[in-house]
């Protein structure tokens, strides 16, 4: 038995169980029912019997399909910014490279793990907009670079025979 035990949990799915009658019932069934009659208080349970109460009570009210649906959007849209970056020229094999372009402010401001849903449709936008303007910068030849001048060679070949 714990003594500094969190009920909000079982509190808050006890509330979200559509149920017409006294609550106060209800929890006393529930627990009995999850600690085997031994008791009807949610403070005497023990931590695995609370645990397994409140997880049933999740898959009752559904909030673990929603969690999941969540997180799958989630790592979708992650999955979606990931490939932009690298569309773009990010070397996203690097957490930290990736960290680094999402720490700017004119990108999002903060690192990509802690990007809420929001401000990834939000990234996404703005990946897509650099992209469809021409990319994050136009490379330009670097100085003492080799350039091509096969057709420049041609061309100075057919003045000289004039």
């Not at 401000?119 to 469809?132: D, N, P, S």
């Not at 100075?156 to 025979?161: D, F, I, P, R």
């Given at each position: 038995?714990?003594?500094?035990r969190?009920?909000?949990?079982?509190?808050?799915?006890?509330?979200?169980l559509?149920?017409?009658?006294?609550?106060?019932?209800?929890?006393?069934?529930?627990?009995?029912q999850?600690?085997?009659?031994?008791?009807?208080?949610?403070?005497?349970?023990?931590?695995?019997?609370?645990?397994?109460?409140c997880?049933?009570l999740?898959?009752?009210?559904?909030?673990?399909?929603?969690?999941?649906?969540?997180?799958?959007?989630?790592?979708?849209?992650?999955?979606m910014?990931?490939?932009?970056?690298?569309?773009?020229?990010v070397?996203?094999?690097?957490?930290?490279?990736?960290?680094?372009?999402c720490?700017?402010?004119?990108?999002a401001?903060?690192?990509?793990?802690?990007?809420?849903?929001?401000?990834?449709?939000?990234l996404?936008?703005?990946?897509?907009t650099?992209?469809?303007?021409?990319?994050?910068?136009?490379?330009?030849?670097?100085?003492?670079?080799?350039?091509?001048?096969?057709?420049?060679?041609?061309?100075l070949?057919?003045v000289?025979?004039?």
């Amino acid at each position: 038995m714990e003594e500094n035990r969190n009920y909000g949990w079982f509190y808050g799915l006890l509330r979200e169980l559509p149920f017409d009658g006294d609550r106060d019932e209800l929890k006393r069934i529930l627990v009995k029912q999850y600690t085997f009659g031994r008791t009807a208080s949610v403070r005497e349970m023990t931590a695995g019997e609370y645990g397994s109460l409140c997880r049933a009570l999740e898959r009752e009210v559904g909030r673990c399909e929603r969690r999941k649906v969540a997180g799958a959007l989630l790592r979708k849209r992650r999955s979606m910014c990931l490939k932009l970056m690298q569309e773009l020229g990010v070397d996203t094999t690097s957490w930290c490279r990736v960290d680094a372009f999402c720490e700017d402010v004119r990108i999002a401001g903060k690192r990509f793990a802690r990007l809420s849903d929001d401000e990834l449709v939000a990234l996404g936008r703005k990946l897509r907009t650099i992209k469809r303007k021409g990319g994050l910068g136009r490379k330009t030849e670097a100085p003492g670079t080799l350039l091509d001048v096969s057709g420049l060679e041609k061309m100075l070949m057919s003045v000289g025979e004039a």
